[in-house]
């Protein structure tokens, strides 16, 4: 039987998105320069005697992150879930530019529409499923990095009025 792995479950999300890098396993454990085995044995959930400190989830998480592996930030989305917090993006202040404030509300909008919609498809037979509930989990976290953005952009705008004060 196939394991599925859980974008809820930090452990899982780590091993998912490692196991994603370009060259696999075995390209990730040589850019930290450590043994496929040692790494394989750290990361695969079914291991109970072995674990990743946190310098290496952070490297493992940044390495993916920097050669642009789908989701590398979905293991630190689901630490922060586990303790009931969550986490976005904050954009670079000079990626603004003059109409990104009426640009970030339509995404916002759209990403909240987005959670509802997710909310809305799972609860048509009153029962979430751990499917559905890592979709309702990834639109959340799609809606939330909108709101951040959202709010990054208006502190910019604020910060470039000086008339204010």
């Avoid at 079914?46 to 789908?70: D, L, M, R």
């Avoid at 559905?132 to 208006?154: C, N, P, S, T, V």
């Amino acid at each position: 039987m196939t394991r599925r792995y859980s974008d809820m479950n930090q452990h899982d999300a780590l091993y998912k998105v490692a196991r994603a890098f370009p060259g696999g396993l075995e390209a990730l454990a040589l850019r930290m320069k450590i043994s496929v085995n040692v790494l394989r044995n750290k990361l695969a959930p079914g291991i109970e005697t072995h674990y990743p400190s946190f310098e290496e989830v952070s490297e493992i998480v940044a390495y993916c992150q920097e050669a642009g592996v789908k989701d590398a930030l979905l293991p630190l989305h689901a630490l922060l879930g586990r303790h009931g917090m969550a986490g976005f993006l904050v954009p670079e202040p000079q990626q603004f530019s003059s109409d990104d404030l009426s640009q970030t509300v339509c995404r916002v909008m759209s990403q909240v529409g987005n959670v509802a919609e997710a909310v809305s498809e799972a609860m048509m037979d009153r029962v979430i499923t751990e499917r559905e509930a890592d979709l309702i989990e990834r639109e959340f976290q799609g809606a939330l990095a909108a709101l951040g953005e959202w709010r990054a952009r208006i502190r910019q705008h604020h910060k470039g009025d000086d008339t204010a004060r």
